[in-house]
């Protein structure tokens, strides 16, 4: 005999749920039998009672139903979220491997089976960020577990830095806080300031102000794939963020690279990490508004950059707000398109789920009309392999990035 509370779901509930997509929402519940609390594990049921999964409940959310498991045999105690773990972290092991598996996404939310939760390592510090109640309950456990499974494996972490600086919690129930997680197994003084090496590059993250966690793992193998290109050109890498792509480029051999970012944080960590990498001679940061910054070069019918890579920040975090960002990817796309001389390079990319990849690549073809040019596409590419798509979750496909040569 179960003891969780039961939630009966429609039929449009349940042929997303058999097909493995893991949010059940507030309006395809018809019923519920059985007390509970937010944050409590549950099962949902067919409109017969027919088993389907358990997940984490929470009234106060759109997603009132979080599944962890498929399995009507599963026992969530501690030796289940072991066992989760260290399938997370064998999977990270065997795709990233040697020394990006020190600089990478541990654990990605639904994709691992761990909802609302991520944990990026960099180096010596894990970043977590926990968006649902049910993590937030059971994350002193989960952490303790993990923690203890990378020491096992030799991998050497002084500290967990929490950035729960995130609006998402309130719709949770849960308030916004940041700082170091309290374990014996961590060190007391652990600085919130650390250094990684992705790609031969090496920067200085910082987990407590940084933008996100500290630093954009997604991007790993795309910023290698504009360095095989990148030599003796003249390279522009817009919203430069820590510097990575215009790193990336430099270290290609690019003849020189400007990186602008609007953020006076970013610029000043940029410039460090340029430092860092004996890149300054070569790599100029600028601190400009990047529409700006491409309409004045426009302006001045100069043609400075024949590689330029756009990176922006998501345009849009909700459905509604979609086609006012497509107008925002169009312009600067549309831009640089025409900065750019025939024979030139343009690397662009979209960092929300909300612009499906059929909108973003029609969205290119009308920006190159405008422009008058064509666009040879070099390479599609997309997140990182520590960020896994499922497919049946579209959700977790969230970035797509292109190369094209002008022509």
């Not at 793992?217 to 095989?228: E, G, S, V």
Request: some cysteine; proline content about 2%; glycine content about 8%.
């Amino acid at each position: 005999m179960r003891d969780y509370a039961e939630f009966y779901i429609t039929k449009k509930g349940e042929r997303a749920a058999r097909n493995g997509h893991p949010w059940v929402f507030g309006e395809e519940i018809t019923k519920t039998e059985g007390s509970y609390k937010n944050g409590d594990l549950v099962d949902v049921v067919t409109a017969n009672g027919k088993y389907i999964g358990t997940g984490f409940v929470n009234d106060k959310s759109k997603i009132r139903v979080r599944i962890i498991s498929f399995n009507a045999n599963d026992k969530f105690d501690e030796e289940f979220w072991k066992r989760r773990l260290r399938y997370a972290i064998d999977y990270r092991r065997t795709v990233m491997g040697g020394t990006d598996f020190k600089c990478c996404r541990l654990i990605f939310g639904e994709v691992d089976m761990f909802p609302g939760l991520a944990v990026d390592r960099f180096n010596n510090i894990l970043v977590t960020q926990t968006r649902s109640l049910g993590i937030e309950l059971r994350k002193h456990m989960i952490y303790e577990l993990l923690i203890k499974i990378l020491q096992d494996m030799g991998e050497n972490i002084r500290g967990l830095y929490e950035r729960n600086c995130v609006k998402l919690r309130y719709l949770e129930g849960m308030e916004e806080n940041k700082g170091f997680f309290a374990s014996p197994l961590l060190e007391k003084d652990c600085p919130t300031v650390t250094e990684i090496c992705e790609n031969d590059i090496r920067y200085k993250v910082d987990v407590e102000n940084g933008q996100k966690a500290g630093f954009f793992l997604d991007q790993k193998y795309n910023r290698r794939a504009i360095a095989k290109i990148a030599k003796g050109r003249r390279v522009l890498d817009c919203f430069t963020h820590t510097g990575s792509f215009a790193l990336n480029a430099a270290k290609g051999g690019a003849r020189n690279v400007t990186a602008v970012d609007i953020s006076a944080e970013a610029v000043r960590m940029a410039k460090e990490n340029a430092e860092l990498n004996n890149c300054e001679a070569i790599m100029k940061v600028v601190k400009a508004d990047i529409f700006n910054f491409l309409s004045e070069i426009l302006d001045k019918k100069t043609r400075k950059y024949d590689f330029i890579i756009l990176d922006p920040p998501a345009f849009t975090k909700s459905g509604s707000t979609v086609a006012n960002a497509l107008r925002g990817y169009k312009e600067i796309n549309l831009k640089a398109m025409k900065l750019l001389p025939r024979g030139g390079y343009l690397a662009t990319c979209s960092c929300s789920h909300f612009m499906k990849e059929s909108l973003f690549t029609a969205m290119l073809q009308e920006a190159a009309g405008d422009a008058g040019v064509s666009l040879r596409q070099v390479e599609a590419r997309q997140q990182a392999p520590d960020h896994p798509v499922l497919f049946n979750v579209p959700e977790t496909y969230y970035l797509k990035f292109y190369i094209f040569q002008v022509v």
